[in-house]
């Protein structure tokens, strides 16, 4: 699994570090389980809804519960998924990490934010063209293509399309979600406040965490 996955996401990072890194992942699933997140604040919209307005968040919370149904199987598997995320953070120190799957919402095919640590930010990606220009989660969902800018300044600098939230974010890494057949369900995304963040040691995390997070997304 881990060579097919490294492989599809054309990722060239040592197997045996990620072998490494998922089974530090699943002692901690092991021993740890946090609560599932039903419901989060999030940012207002700009004009048309393409960007965030970082730090002016919407008054009524976003509730999960309206786009994934709320039952015991749900509720353990959005227990794992935050699990996850909180693993992510404590292995990798990264300042934001999410969990998002494809699925209808609002009328459309969009990244659905499942589980997360870090600020807040918008809970949905409308899966299109237009989004996919700017928006990194989009092009490495449509691509099923690793994305890894460890400079964000350099990376706009050079004539990179960025869709930015948190003006802070200084590097980024986004990676898809596959399952065993090789198709795309989703992606993670981590974000970091300074450059040259992800090495090879948190790719690995972040690889174990895609590897695992698969398996507990909601039907």
Known sequence: MISTYLSHCNLSISEAVVAGQLAELDAYLDTHSLSATWSYQIPELGEGGSCSLFGNLQEAPFLLSDFVSRNSESERQLSRLQTIAEYVKTATGVDWFGIYQARPA????????????????????????????TSNNIQTYMSEQARVINNIPDYVAQGGEY???????????CLPLLNQQG???GIIDAEAFEQECFDEYKL????????????????
């Open 106 to 133: 609002e009328g459309i095919q969009q990244l659905l934010k499942l589980a997360y640590y870090g600020a807040p930010s918008r809970p949905l990606f409308p899966i299109t063209e237009a989004f996919a220009a």
């Open 163 to 173: 869709y930015t939230c948190d003006p802070k974010v200084q590097a980024e890494v």
């Open 183 to 185: 198709e795309c369900l």
């Open 204 to 219: 690995a995390v972040l690889v174990a965490a895609c590897i695992r997070a698969i398996e507990y997304l909601p039907s």
